[in-house]
């Protein structure tokens, strides 16, 4: 009831009000309504973002931090029949909303792809759909697949390289391989490759957007992929939820309390065997 007579009471003191005094009233409503818009959005943005998926040979973390109400941060999950589970991350250029409608585009994009593609030829059908609105932005992504028995394939997309962490505390493995980010080309100047890797169980993977790298201290120092590979190196061992946690407990240490200025998000995924 009071939203609905709340308009009419603002008419009201408007018309009584001074001239700079309207304006200054009308400006406070529409912010208010921006933001308001703003929430909406951020709700349904998160909504149409996945819970993890529940499968036996495998265990998944996910931490998602907007930067905004809205993030041009996306993820997605893609099964097929077979049990295989294909994994997208991506993040959309720039900030706010017209970010957070490219992510839309990439839910819409992924929902039409069949689920047994390989994940370069998905890519590369994705890129498509992007490149050929000309919005004049991309996105950077990486896409994965883990079948039961631990065959992996990757394919990147100006992403930063999925990692994997060894369960035998061997040297953790970064990929070398990366084409266009999605949406700039649609003739793929730079092929999609897709690499391959067999997991052992216990194995980890890290895929991650740049803010993790980027977030840096008021003197303007970043945390680096080094201090990245050093982190995930030094909590091998820990459950994927608690290597999450702490890789962004450090993160927040090392910024010394400045905040990140870019959406975040990491999907740490442990194989546990077939």
Known sequence: MVNRVLPDKITKVEE???????????????????????QMAAEFQQAVLPDSV???YLNIAIIYRPFAEVSGDVYDFLQN???ELA?????????GIAAALMTMMVHIGLDGIRRNLPTDESIRILNKLIASRETGRSVSAVFFRIRPDGHLSVVHAGHPSLIVIPADGS???????????LGVFEDEPVPYEEENYQ???????LAYTDAVIEWGTYDREVFGLQQLLENLSRHRTESVEKMSAMLLEELEAFSGGRPCNDDLTTLMVEYTGA
Do not use: S
């Not at 009584?16 to 703003?38: F, G, S, T």
């Not at 994994?87 to 900030?95: P, Q, V």
């Open 54 to 56: 529940d499968l036996p």
């Open 199 to 205: 997991l052992m169980v216990g194995d980890k993977l």
């Open 87 to 95: 994994i997208f991350l991506g993040d959309a250029t720039g900030h």
């Open 171 to 181: 040297a953790l493995v970064q990929f070398a391989k990366g084409g266009c980010a």
């Open 81 to 83: 029949r077979e049990g």
């Open 16 to 38: 009584d009000a001074e001239p700079h005094d309207r304006v200054e009233q009308a400006l406070i409503r529409r912010n208010e309504e921006m933001r308001q818009e703003l």
